[in-house]
């Protein structure tokens, strides 16, 4: 099973994943990725996901199960990912964790409502 149906799987049922992959960067570079994906959600309905992407490439050669260059001509993966930020900053946002996440969470709604993909401060 690819990324892709892993990823259509973990949004229907709402289940967390990981999956490696071989990557090559836009400059050339041959990676591994590992993609962690767990969607969460409100009133019984995926809305979002968190999604963590590591560089395994030097874990793979320390335990010997790097694969050489000539190893990725499998198609490669595109990933494209756009993101929505909220920041918000201390003292002057607020005196807490709480008080400083309910701004960024303000903040990241207001880019959400302007059509995603950017930053609010």
Same mark, same amino acid.
């Given at each position: 099973m690819g990324f892709s149906e892993k990823l259509r799987e973990a949004m229907d049922l709402n289940l967390q994943i990981t999956h490696e992959m071989p990557y090559k960067s836009l400059w050339g570079r041959h990676s591994?990725?590992? +993609?962690? *994906?767990? $969607?969460?959600?409100e009133n019984g309905k995926v809305v979002g996901a968190n999604i963590l992407v590591i560089d395994v490439t030097e874990d793979k050669k320390i335990t010997g199960s790097y694969r050489s260059k000539d190893d990725?001509?499998?198609?490669?993966?595109?990933?494209?990912?756009?993101?929505?930020?909220? +920041?918000? *900053?201390? $003292?002057?946002?607020?005196?807490?964790?709480?008080q400083l996440m309910s701004k960024a969470d303000q903040a990241l709604y207001r880019v959400k409502r302007s059509g995603k993909s950017d930053y609010n401060i």
């Open positions: 591994w990725l590992k +993609v962690s *994906f767990t $969607p969460y959600s990725f001509n499998e198609d490669p993966q595109n990933l494209e990912v756009s993101l929505s930020i909220g +920041v918000a *900053f201390y $003292p002057k946002d607020g005196d807490d964790i709480f």
